[in-house]
Structures are given as C-alpha cells and as structure tokens.
C-alpha cells in the first residue's frame, strides 16, 4: 500500500524538481561570461586557439617551376655524360663484322710513307677481315700534316698491297680529313659515287662509337671491329682517359657537329730510334 503526500512548493526548500528556478533552458542562462566579451567574444576565441598552430602558406607555382627546371639541368649535366661513357665503354667492347662492300680503315700517323704503330695495327686487323671474306675492298683515309710527302691514306694503301698482298684495285685510299669528321665525309661521297652502302670500321676500340655515329649520319650503314692492340688499350688509367676523352668528344659531335682533335699516338711525330 503506497501512501502519497503532496508538499507544499514553499516547503521544497530549492528549486523546483523540473528545472532551473527562472524556467528558462540551460542554453538561454546567462552563466557570467558571455557578457565581458561583448560583439567579438567568439573572434577573440578563434584567434586565441589559432595561434596554436601554424598557418602553412600553400608554395608558388613559380618556385615549383623553377625547382623542376635546375632539377632536370642537374639531372642532364650529370646523367648525359655518364650515359654517353657507358655507351662508349659498350661499343669499344663489341666486333661487329658482318658481311659488307667495304672495310674503312681509319687514320693514323705515318712517318715519310711507313704507317706508325698505331695505324699499321689498324692496317693488319683490316686484312685480317679481307682474308675471311668480311668485304671484297678496303677503303683507307687520312690526309697529311704540313710538310709530309705522304698522306696516311696512300701510307695505308702502300702497306696493304706491298706488305698484304691485297690487289691494288681492291683497295681505295681516300686521302681528305685532318680528322675524323672530314674523313667521314669523303668517305661518304667516296660511297656514293662506287654505289656502296655498308662498311665495317677499323679503328681504336674507345673511338667506335663516335665514327659509327659520323659514318652513319653520311650515309653508310656503318659496323665497327675495333684493334685489340696500342696505346689506347695498354693500360686501365689509359682506358679511362681514352673513355672520358671520347665523351667528351662525341657530345661535342651530337650537340655541337664538331669533331675532336686526333689522339697524340695518331699526331706525326718522328719515332725514337729511327
């Protein structure tokens, strides 16, 4: 049995049981504090708690340009020229000797009509090629520094019918250029009028690169089968002054069109002891 009193609101000695004593909701009461912040209370609260953190200013384009290019310079300056010695370390390692109309003998030093060392190990690897039947002609090249009576071309010549045994007729000395550019270009005029299109390059292996390339870009389908013998290839500190020499010299060729100086083995110079 439950017995029930009803009290008086006098007597309840609080507020009422259902709510604040003013009837207003908790939302509408005035707690103290929003009066002193007047119209920029809430402002003044979102810079208090903004100055916590940091704004971050979103970057110009122009700076995001500018970081791309001298990335991609520094990226060119460095990566190009490793490339190119890669490709010129490749190329020196490979004996491309397929069957063609001729074998182009490049250039070197003669010393009154007798080939230097250079280019009679040049001279004897294209013979070598002629006897397996790798082309039925030898093309020599070369001219001649002031003074001498003979160019390297008719030095190469002379050595390959006197010495080789090759027919006169099967040889063809193209006696233009000072270096390898010029030669190449005779060659390839020399090419057009006998109605030729292919020829296998003889010459230094670090240099294979950048004749293939001068040959190709005149007109021949060009191969190289590089000497295995001189100074180029004597020791590992001449191998890599010969590497960075010719990357140098074929980006001055793909970037410039111009052609480097020869070697010093290949300038005229009067042999010791002779």
């Known amino acids: 049995m439950t017995l029930e009193f009803q009290v008086p609101e006098h007597e309840r000695g609080g507020l009422p049981a259902d709510g604040p004593a003013d009837g207003l909701p908790d939302d509408d009461r005035d707690d103290g504090r929003g009066d002193d912040r007047g119209d ?27 970081l791309a290019v001298v990335l991609g310079l520094v990226a060119f300056v460095v990566l190009t020229p490793l490339t190119v010695a890669w490709r010129v370390w490749y190329q020196a390692r490979q004996d491309e000797v397929p069957r063609s109309d001729a ?11 007798r080939p230097s060392p250079t280019l009679q190990w040049r001279l004897q690897h294209a013979l070598d090629l002629y006897r397996h039947g790798r082309a039925k002609a030898i093309v020599t090249v070369g001219g001649k520094q002031p003074g001498d009576n003979f160019t390297e071309a008719d030095a190469g010549k002379r050595w390959l019918v006197q ?17 390898t550019l010029e030669s190449m270009r005779a060659v390839g005029s020399r090419y057009k009028r006998l109605g030729w299109k292919s020829g296998i390059i003889v010459t230094d292996p670090w240099h294979g690169l950048r004749s293939k390339k001068m040959a190709e870009d005149n007109g021949i389908e060009a191969a190289a089968s590089p000497t295995r013998s001189g100074p180029s290839v004597q020791t590992r500190e001449t191998q890599l002054h010969y590497i960075v020499r010719e990357t140098g010299g074929y980006l001055s060729y793909v970037l410039f069109g111009k052609s480097v100086k020869a070697p010093r083995e290949t300038i005229k110079t009067v042999p010791g002891g002779s």
């Open 40 to 66: 920029g209370g809430d402002g003044g609260g979102r810079r208090g708690r903004g100055r916590g953190r940091k704004e971050r200013r979103p970057r110009s384009r122009r700076f995001v340009i500018t």
């Open 103 to 113: 074998i182009i003998v490049l250039g070197a030093a003669q010393y009154n009509g």
């Open 163 to 179: 010495r080789g045994g090759v027919p006169a007729s099967k040889v063809v000395a193209v006696p233009e250029g000072a270096d």
